[in-house]
């Protein structure tokens, strides 16, 4: 045995590691499990939604075959990516189920594309605030993250521009509809202008998609990949449409870089859950998630009225929110001289909680913002932790 004096230092983490944040969302999500806590924090979606009997009777069906327990190809069940495909090409984008790939989750998706695309010191682009596991993967890549920023509630394109003049970044990452955490959505033309700089000046665009079907009113909006097909990544996911403990999402790919990321993905986990995969392709083929997409929609859309109503009489004068279209979250702002971040131990005393803005920024943060869900509870539930956290603010103005 060495004397302490005589051992060597171990190799520390990597620095690409030590550039990764601890997702607060999930540090607070710790702190707010006791049961009389009204949680606002994290993303998630209501449980009594999620079709028990409809799920479980596929999984039955798919039982029915010993290969859904067998180990299988890295690119997925090939009955859920012809309806991926086949839903993608009914909604304007023409789609071929070899153009996809099966992911665990849509996070999976991201780190396959960062492995495929990425070099350390690499730049890329995201929106300013950007969903925060993707600032946490691009981090681990070892990627200069660049934010563009938003004029009030517009992406600056001028902005976009100039970023991709002076950093010739290797692709823009936007989550393009009902966005994580601002609820916002690129408008039709904004959506060409991106596509458009994509193309001009050559970087690619990641498309991250997991609330497109969460719409709860105004009119679908085509995917980037319609205006730019060649420069467009395009992430999906069940998570948020039918249960995100299925861990089944997609990378819809161009044909250039599918076989690197067919190896990121036979690297990362051979494949995603074949039982899994094959449950969700009978649920699917069944019509039920129709169904309970449905009721999803109407029970979300009821929800968000109710947090946007109660916000206008429990948030401090000269608090600014937004009422997405569709989605979880309401993007708000408190009044000039507060800080979301400085008023949440103020509120949790009330037992509610929300996500300070200030984590989702890759630059200097807005700390007047906080992200609030309005997905989890019903109605009566919202008010009352809407409520609470209007006393909450209170004790802090
Ligand atoms: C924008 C965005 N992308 C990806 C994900 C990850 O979803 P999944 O459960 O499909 O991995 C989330 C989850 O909240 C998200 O908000």
Redesign the pocket.
């Known amino acids: 045995m060495p004397s302490p004096e005589t051992l060597v230092a171990l190799p520390g983490r990597s620095e690409r590691a030590g550039s990764a944040k601890t997702s607060p969302v999930r540090d607070l999500l710790a702190l707010t499990e006791r049961p009389e806590v009204i949680s606002f924090a994290g993303?998630l979606p209501a449980p009594e939604l999620f079709d028990l009997d409809g799920i479980r009777a596929s999984f039955d069906e798919a039982l029915g075959a010993p290969a859904v327990l067998q180990y299988s190809t890295s690119e997925g069940n090939p009955a859920l990516r012809e309806i991926v495909a086949g839903q993608y090409t009914a909604n304007g984008l023409p789609t071929d189920a070899g153009d996809l790939i099966i992911?665990?989750?849509?996070?999976?998706?991201?780190g396959l594309l960062s492995t495929a695309l990425l070099d350390p010191g690499d730049v890329i682009l995201v929106e300013e605030p950007c969903?925060l596991?993707?600032l946490q993967t691009f981090a681990l890549a070892g990627a200069r993250v660049v934010g563009v920023p938003y004029l009030g509630d517009e992406l600056d394109l001028d902005a976009l521009d100039a970023l991709a003049s002076a950093h010739a970044p290797k692709f823009f990452y936007t989550?393009p509809t009902f966005?994580?955490p601002t609820g916002r959505t690129h408008g039709l033309a904004a959506r060409q202008r991106i596509a458009d700089a994509a193309i001009r000046h050559g970087f690619r665009i990641i498309e991250?998609?997991?609330?497109r079907q969460l719409r709860y009113s105004g009119d679908p909006l085509p995917s980037l990949a319609t205006f730019a097909p060649d420069h467009v990544l395009s992430?999906?996911?069940?998570?948020?449409v039918i249960a995100?403990g299925l861990?089944?999402?997609w990378v819809r790919t161009t044909a250039d870089i599918r076989p690197t990321v067919t190896i990121a993905k036979q690297a990362a986990d051979l494949h995603t859950s074949t039982i899994d995969q094959a449950a969700a392709a009978h649920y699917l083929a069944s019509g039920r998630s129709d169904a309970a997409l449905a009721q999803i929609r109407a029970a979300y859309a009821d929800r968000r009225d109710a947090m946007v109503d109660a916000l206008a009489t429990a948030l401090p004068a000269g608090s600014s929110w937004n009422s997405p279209d569709g989605g979880?979250f309401v993007w708000a702002r408190l009044p000039e001289g507060m800080d979301a971040t400085a008023a949440l131990p103020h509120v949790l005393r009330h037992d509610v909680a929300f996500v300070p803005g200030a984590p989702f920024y890759a630059g200097p943060a807005d700390a007047r913002a906080m992200r609030l869900s309005f997905t989890t509870y019903a109605p009566d539930r919202i008010r009352e932790g809407i409520a609470r956290l209007g006393m909450g603010l209170a004790g802090v103005a």
């Open positions: 993303g992911t665990t989750g849509s996070q999976q998706g991201l969903y596991a993707a989550v966005q994580n991250d998609e997991p609330y992430l999906g996911s069940f998570s948020k995100p861990r089944i999402g979880m």
